[in-house]
């Protein structure tokens, strides 16, 4: 009976002075990984730059609508008729991206099939596909590359000026800088129906 309770206090006194290394060293890591993550979190205090992009998602019409029934009340209609036709542009030019990619799919499948069995070469493969690119694609005209790019500096001044005027909250500045944006609108949806008449060619 003894020596089983020497045994037992043996254990007792081993287990004892474990038990705090143990739980240090699975607190250790806890600590390193929460130290991580605070680290981590100071990196989204930076500036972020906002892309001037195409699309609207639900929320985004929805200001644009509130907005515009507070500030210019008349252009409501034109403004919820402009979101509507951006979104059938942007659906039909999606569908049309989709049907393009199968049909370079199958074209580029095809082309393989001819290499492998030796009825072109890789070189005549490239010629080809290059030759379908440039049917299916088009190539942009010879100074239409700067016309965009002098278009994406109008709309990054005008969303720059909206930006402001909602920062301020001054009526007068987002009154005023409300019709400039929905003509900006006007203007990418021309576009999106000149890249979708020639995607449909």
């Not at 130290?35 to 892309?51: E, I, P, S």
């Not at 049909?103 to 001819?114: H, P």
């Not at 010879?142 to 909250?169: C, L, T």
Request: hydrophobic share 35%; charged share 30%; proline share 2%.
């Amino acid at each position: 009976m003894k020596q089983w309770k020497t045994g037992w206090m043996a254990t007792a006194l081993v287990v004892g002075l474990a038990m705090p290394g143990s739980v240090l060293a699975v607190q250790q890591p806890l600590v390193q990984a929460n130290n991580v993550t605070l680290a981590h979190g100071d990196h989204g205090k930076g500036q972020v730059k906002m892309r001037y992009g195409m699309h609207m998602g639900a929320h985004q019409r929805m200001y644009m609508t509130l907005l515009a029934e507070k500030y210019t009340p008349n252009s409501v209609g034109e403004w919820q008729s402009v979101m509507k036709e951006r979104e059938r542009l942007l659906e039909q030019l999606r569908s049309a991206r989709e049907t393009a990619s199968e049909e370079k799919s199958k074209m580029r499948d095809q082309l393989r099939e001819k290499v492998k069995s030796g009825e072109i070469s890789s070189e005549q493969m490239e010629q080809q596909y290059k030759e379908w690119k440039e049917k299916n694609r088009g190539t942009v005209p010879s100074g239409e590359k700067e016309n965009r790019e002098a278009q994406r500096e109008k709309f990054k001044q005008v969303h720059e000026e909206f930006d402001a005027a909602i920062a301020s909250g001054d009526a007068a500045k987002i009154k005023a800088a409300l019709p400039k944006l929905l003509e900006q609108m006007k203007a990418k949806n021309d576009r999106l129906a000149k890249r979708l008449a020639e995607k449909q060619k």
